[in-house]
T-cell receptor, first 114, second 115 residues
């Protein structure tokens, strides 16, 4: 079946540090890949997505590249801010193997300090 | 962009009572809606998938008689937690899928506390 594996958190960084959150996946077909962000007490917001191999999703300074050869979709940001503190979820949608539902990773909490 | 409105944002109820949570897509037609449960510091657990006008498909281990899902229109789905107990206390999140763009939009979640 489909699965998403994320690095465990929490990840604690100083402001302006470089961020990488690793995400790898297993899927039956050709999935679309997503990163969602959840702020405390709120639902999930789509951060970025990629629908095919070598696509790069980007938004608000965050980037992730769909790497089919390594089945990865690592999230990166060059300079984090305190306001980026949240929980980040990697997810996939695999129409062939999982219907139209999302499969989530366990989430990685990011804490950015001054 | 697409917006999903989820209400209430929090609710406290007595053990044994039922609670209804609403999820509305405000500016698009949601052909499919998903209901998730999230425990503290954990990922989202998919409870069920509902398509407009048909019965919901529940994930393994989710009691369909306890968590009643109705998706009567393309813009509204409801989750009713029946005979709630303290162990049902959790954060419930809905998500709607746009039939045209196939994007997923999440509601802001409902914090349910059963006392």
């Amino acid at each position: 079946g489909n699965s998403v594996t994320q690095m465990e958190g929490p990840v604690t960084l100083s402001e302006e540090a470089f961020l990488t959150i690793n995400c790898t996946y297993t899927a039956t077909g050709y999935p679309s890949l997503f990163w969602y962000v959840q702020y405390p007490g709120e639902g999930l917001q789509l951060l970025l997505k990629a629908t095919k191999a070598d696509d790069k999703g980007s938004n608000k300074g965050f980037e992730a590249t769909y790497r089919k050869e390594t089945t990865s979709f690592h999230l990166e940001k060059g300079s984090v801010q305190v306001s980026d503190s949240a929980v980040y979820f990697c997810a996939l949608s695999d129409q062939a193997g999982g219907g139209n539902k999302l499969t989530f990773g366990t989430g990685t909490q990011l804490k950015v300090e001054l | 962009g697409a917006v999903v409105s989820q209400h209430p944002s929090w609710v406290i109820c007595k053990s044994g009572t039922s609670v209804k949570i609403e999820c509305r897509s405000l500016d698009f037609q949601a052909t499919t809606m998903f209901w998730y449960r999230q425990f503290p510091k954990q990922s989202l657990m998919l409870m069920a998938t509902s398509n407009e006008g048909s019965k919901a498909t529940y994930e393994q281990g989710v009691e369909k008689d306890k968590f009643l899902i109705n998706h009567a229109s393309l813009t509204l789905s409801t989750l009713t937690v029946t005979s709630a107990h303290p162990e049902d206390s959790s954060f419930y999140i809905c998500s709607a899928r746009d039939g045209h763009s196939y994007g997923y939009t999440f509601g802001s979640g409902t914090r349910l506390t059963v006392v």
